[in-house]
């Protein structure tokens, strides 16, 4: 596992600043979390990097809409702090068809925010993106949060997750390896 909790100025090479409509369009740099900007780790690849996005129902173009990161774990020990990631999720809209001649509706979900929690003797800030109005998504409604308990201390990690899209995200799931001792 790469180590981003701290970076070693003669380990990385010269990256330059991104043009200031890319920071603009970064709702943080990180620093606070990976001690240099996001955009200054070589090795650091967001999920969406070589895909094909799709595009939304609006005339915004999807690379002039804001990013965020989840960073779940900078390190070896916030992978054994890490306990819970959610996903804040509202429904959307509601699906018609038929199954079997059978017509049916049901509501389809949308993904509004993941949240990222440790275990409280680690005492670290929870990490979120996605809508909230508290910055550590206490405002979040437990009716709406789907949750992923994660035993970091035990050994679980995460070693992937998947967001499925349409025009905005809809569902994650997430893969757990549950023997690292």
């Given at each position: 596992?790469?180590?981003?909790?701290?970076?070693?100025?003669?380990s990385?090479?010269e990256?330059?600043?991104?043009?200031p409509?890319?920071?603009?369009?970064?709702?943080?740099?990180?620093?606070?979390?990976?001690?240099?900007?996001?955009?200054?780790?070589?090795?650091?690849?967001?999920?969406?990097?070589?895909?094909?996005?799709?595009?939304?129902?609006?005339?915004?173009h999807?690379?002039?809409?804001?990013?965020?990161?989840?960073?779940?774990?900078k390190d070896?020990?916030?992978?054994?702090?890490?306990?819970?990631?959610?996903?804040?999720?509202?429904?959307?809209?509601?699906?018609?068809?038929?199954?079997?001649?059978?017509?049916?509706?049901r509501?389809?979900?949308?993904?509004?925010?993941?949240?990222?929690?440790?275990?409280?003797?680690?005492?670290?800030?929870?990490?979120?993106?996605?809508?909230?109005?508290?910055?550590?998504?206490?405002?979040?409604?437990?009716?709406?949060?789907?949750?992923?308990?994660?035993?970091?201390?035990?050994g679980?990690?995460?070693?992937?997750?998947?967001?499925?899209?349409?025009?905005a995200?809809?569902?994650?799931k997430?893969?757990?390896?549950?023997?690292?001792?």
């Amino acid at each position: 596992m790469e180590d981003y909790s701290s970076i070693l100025e003669d380990s990385v090479p010269e990256i330059p600043q991104p043009p200031p409509l890319q920071c603009l369009l970064w709702k943080d740099d990180y620093r606070n979390i990976l001690s240099s900007p996001i955009w200054n780790l070589p090795r650091l690849h967001t999920s969406t990097d070589g895909l094909e996005r799709p595009r939304n129902n609006t005339d915004v173009h999807p690379e002039m809409v804001p990013h965020e990161a989840i960073i779940w774990a900078k390190d070896r020990q916030e992978l054994r702090n890490l306990k819970r990631l959610s996903g804040y999720v509202v429904i959307g809209g509601t699906l018609s068809g038929s199954q079997n001649g059978v017509p049916y509706t049901r509501p389809y979900h949308d993904l509004c925010g993941i949240r990222a929690e440790f275990s409280p003797e680690y005492n670290a800030e929870r990490r979120v993106i996605g809508i909230q109005k508290e910055r550590d998504g206490s405002d979040w409604f437990e009716e709406n949060c789907v949750h992923f308990d994660i035993d970091g201390q035990g050994g679980e990690q995460i070693i992937g997750i998947s967001v499925a899209m349409h025009e905005a995200p809809k569902t994650i799931k997430v893969k757990l390896l549950s023997s690292l001792r």
